[in-house]
């Protein structure tokens, strides 16, 4: 039982209304014996649990991160205590570190949004060595030679029983594009720049790639959009690719539910003809999304450390190398996809990355409806994750996003409307953009919101709402938002005053998805035939078992926990 | 000026974190509080009093810090990180990354040091008398960020990858060295008194580095320049005379590698691609 907390569910209507949550079985419940177990939380602010939609945290990029940057574990390393393991890494922790961090920042899931296929046991090896968090990761299918060849033949239901065999087989949660043909395109040494342009050896386009993807996400019912990282990621004057891919499949929006997902949006808002002509293409892409149901967002700002770019956008990455002219890695994965890795350091006094900056921001605070625009760093991208009471601090107040440019490249933040914007989050607004929306996306019913029957996940924060003034005060939040009060994960108390008390392990959430009977039985015809021409694997040793994963946690299409 | 002496109470057989150890961490404090400074025994948290007896004296005023350790301190690890000023001597062999990343002061080893040695330094001093291992003034694993400043005198030889990542300051080691000699420099001076194994300044975009003795080899990607009698090493004037080698060119660098011509009678032939 929580009593008296201030209570900030935006998905039950609640906005800071001091009430009583039981607990029971793990789940939140109506009411509890008058003996329970009971945590004051009196003047303090009372939120479900953190469900981050886009953070790289596991698989076989993160730790080629990991090999790549001995130097990131020097620098950031926390000893082991009775409870918890030791662990190093500022912005690719190890998996153990990574889960206490999120816990202590009062987040219970996580999802890992960039698994190629062939490496998703890798990933889900990863995935169960992270403790305190539930998780869930997303498949790459932008570039996958099935895909694009039951596309071109305008196979969609081929496709989709490709799709969903593959989501069984990896333990995936959703459609992740990236770079539609353009990573394929790289194995050739090549790029796509364009939405009509052709793959390279196939007759497709990544029109038809978001297209198929998008209609075979709706066949199957997934509970999340497609999730697309657009062409031309990091390259000036992106901004009208970005919203073009919005627009490409506007006539498939179903029931008032996103069809896309557009992931780290900062990358993708540029606008300018070079570097030196930079600038913010926020207010169009913001603008469209306004004007469009069918599209969410995240962020992907950026903080200004020192931290690791990793993307399967092979392309992009070496672009960046080539940028920095330090080192990288680069990966070819079969028919599948790639990945690049390149270190980088945001610096305030830096051009484009003050306007990169500018540009997170500005999208979150143009974008109007907060159940369609989330908080990320795209960690590490943009920056690890532990910077998000930071990036909350920036958004519940102008002073705090005064103070930040006074530092930073001057004729960048002159060339950005981010001075001129005077919104600032409330805390029901940022509850949405870290939890309750975030949950929504994703179609995780039981989590991001506080009602009867949900998962008992909740963040505690030593704040309150009722009496801060986060636009002033908005250090007292951030050092709040640093180290939650108390977290509870599934009905038990695994932080207390920002530490771990308890270590518990989470679980992966995966889709059983099936096609229609009819295509599944063709399906399984076709499946060793397309091993055998395009693989080093077989078919039967490319499924991973569901005992494999520490806790499964399969979800049926449609809604409901199998 | 204080002087603190520092005795292992016993023979270490586990690593020993002891970056506590700096004339900063030590000043204005009293020996108990010296010695209820944190340190690590392998993996496990102790303080530097259940490692050490400690002496503490006065000598002639001033606020200068002279710590001195006696006896075996190859297992302690760090010692002298970051430090500012003062002075540290280790009376016997000392361990890893003694004087990481120091930014002034001095440090003396009368014996062998281990690997590491005054990594990314900024400013300040080292001497030891005996040899060093590996990565003597180099970057931490991974980082671009060598040694920036100072100086680094070795009397005996070091180990492999001499100056990685070096961007200044001067190193001189008395006798031979490994192989990898200044890889990846981009500026400062390596003096080597005796002789060099292969690869010497791999990757080199900058910097210079003097080899007395024998150089293995010259790695393909580095092209001769000139030949001449003498160069200058930090505040000295060394004679040579020597071949002077450009590169390394994979880098597109302007490093240069000046090689004792007497010592090294296999590398004559260059001399007909000198104009």
Request: net charge neutral; hydrophobic share 40%.
């Amino acid at each position: 039982m929580i009593r008296n907390g201030i209570v900030v569910d935006p998905a039950n209507d609640v906005d800071c209304e001091v009430r009583d949550i039981a607990i029971g079985g793990g789940k939140i419940v109506e009411g509890v014996s008058p003996s329970a177990k009971v945590i004051d939380a009196r003047g303090m602010l009372v939120m479900p649990g953190g469900v981050d939609i886009h953070s790289h945290i596991a698989g076989s990029k993160t730790n080629a991160a990991r090999m790549l940057r001995p130097e990131d574990h020097g620098r950031d390393f926390e000893r082991k205590t009775a409870l918890t393991r030791s662990g190093v890494g500022h912005s690719i922790p190890s998996t153990f570190t990574t889960g206490y961090r999120y816990a202590r920042m009062g987040y219970t899931t996580v999802i890992e949004p960039a698994t190629p296929p062939l490496k998703a046991r890798h990933t889900h090896e990863e995935l169960n060595d992270i403790p305190m968090i539930d998780k869930a990761c997303f498949p790459l299918f932008g570039n996958n030679w099935h895909v694009m060849e039951y596309l071109e033949r305008g196979d969609v239901e081929g496709c989709a029983a490709y799709v969903a065999w593959m989501l069984r087989s990896t333990k995936g949660y959703a459609i992740k594009i990236v770079n539609p043909g353009g990573v394929e395109a790289w194995h050739w040494g090549g790029n796509i720049r364009g939405l009509d342009w052709e793959v390279p050896h196939f007759d497709i386009t990544p029109r038809e790639i978001i297209r198929g993807l998008c209609r075979v996400n709706q066949m199957l019912k997934l509970p999340h959009a497609i999730h697309v990282h657009p062409n031309n990621l990091g390259k000036p004057g992106n901004y009208s690719n970005t919203i073009k891919t919005m627009d490409c499949v506007r006539d498939m929006a179903q029931d008032g539910r996103a069809a896309i997902h557009i992931a780290h949006c900062q990358f993708t808002s540029f606008k300018g003809e070079d570097w030196s002509t930079l600038r913010s293409g926020a207010e169009e892409v913001a603008g469209y999304v306004n004007a469009n149901r069918h599209v969410t967002i995240d962020m992907g700002q950026i903080i200004f450390t020192a931290t690791t770019t990793m993307t399967a956008d092979g392309p992009f990455e070496y672009i960046l190398h080539k940028l920095q002219g330090r080192k990288w890695y680069n990966a070819d994965i079969e028919a599948e996809t790639g990945a690049g890795i390149v270190p980088v350091v945001y610096k305030r006094k830096n051009f484009v990355n003050a306007t990169q900056w500018a540009i997170g921001l500005e999208l979150a605070l143009l974008v109007k409806d907060p159940w369609r625009i989330y908080m990320t760093t795209d960690h590490p991208n943009g920056g690890p994750f532990t910077a998000y009471p930071r990036v909350i601090s920036w958004l519940m107040s102008k002073r705090a996003r005064e103070g930040a440019m006074k530092g930073m490249n001057q004729s960048a933040i002159r060339k950005t409307n981010l001075p001129s914007l005077d919104r600032e989050y409330s805390f029901a607004e940022v509850a949405m953009a870290t939890r309750a929306a975030t949950a929504r996306a994703l179609g995780l019913n039981d989590k991001g919101h506080l009602g009867e029957g949900a998962d008992a996940d909740v963040a505690i924060y030593r704040v309150n709402p009722k009496e801060v003034d986060p636009s002033n005060d908005y250090r007292a939040v951030r050092k709040a938002m640093r180290r939650a009060a108390y977290v509870i994960k599934e009905g038990k108390m695994v932080v207390k005053d920002g530490e771990v008390v308890r270590a518990i392990g989470g679980r992966t959430f995966w889709v059983d998805a099936r096609a229609p009977d009819a295509i599944e039985a063709r399906y399984r015809g076709e499946i060793s035939k397309g091993f055998q021409d395009y693989y080093t694997v077989q078919a039967e040793n490319y499924v991973i078992a569901e005992d494999y994963l520490a806790r499964s946690a399969p979800i049926s299409p449609g809604g409901g926990g199998r | 000026m204080t002087e603190v002496v520092l005795r292992p109470k016993g023979r270490f057989s586990v690593p020993i974190e002891a970056s506590a150890i700096t004339p900063e961490n030590f000043a204005s404090k009293t020996p108990e509080q010296m010695m209820a400074l944190e340190a690590w025994e392998g993996n496990r948290r102790t303080s530097l009093g259940s490692l050490f007896d400690v002496e503490v004296g006065e000598v002639d005023g001033g606020e200068e810090i002279a710590i001195t350790i006696v006896g075996d301190a190859s297992k302690l690890r760090r010692v002298g990180k970051g430090m500012r000023s003062g002075r540290l001597t280790i009376e016997g062999r000392a361990g890893m990354y003694l004087g990481e990343a120091m930014r002034g002061g001095t440090v003396t080893v009368s014996g062998d040091a281990g690997s590491w040695l005054g990594a990314h330094m900024r400013g300040g001093a080292i001497e030891v008398k005996g040899d060093a291992g590996d990565y003597v003034g180099s970057a931490p694993r991974g980082s671009g960020r060598g040694m920036k400043g100072g100086q680094i005198l070795v009397h005996g030889s070091a180990g492999n990858e001499l100056g990685c990542w070096m961007r200044g300051g001067f190193i001189r080691i008395g006798e031979d060295v490994g192989q990898l000699a200044g890889i990846h420099m981009l500026d400062g001076t390596i003096l080597v008194g005796g002789d060099a194994e292969a690869r010497t300044g791999a990757q080199m975009k900058g910097g210079r580095i003097v080899v007395m003795g024998r150089a293995e080899g010259i790695l393909p990607s580095f092209s001769i320049e000139e030949a001449r009698n003498a160069v200058r090493a930090g505040e000295e004037r060394v004679l040579g005379p020597f071949y002077v080698f450009v590169g390394d060119l994979t880098e597109d660098g302007v490093g240069r590698l000046y090689i004792s011509k007497e010592r090294n009678p296999h590398l004559r032939f260059y001399e007909s691609y000198i104009e």
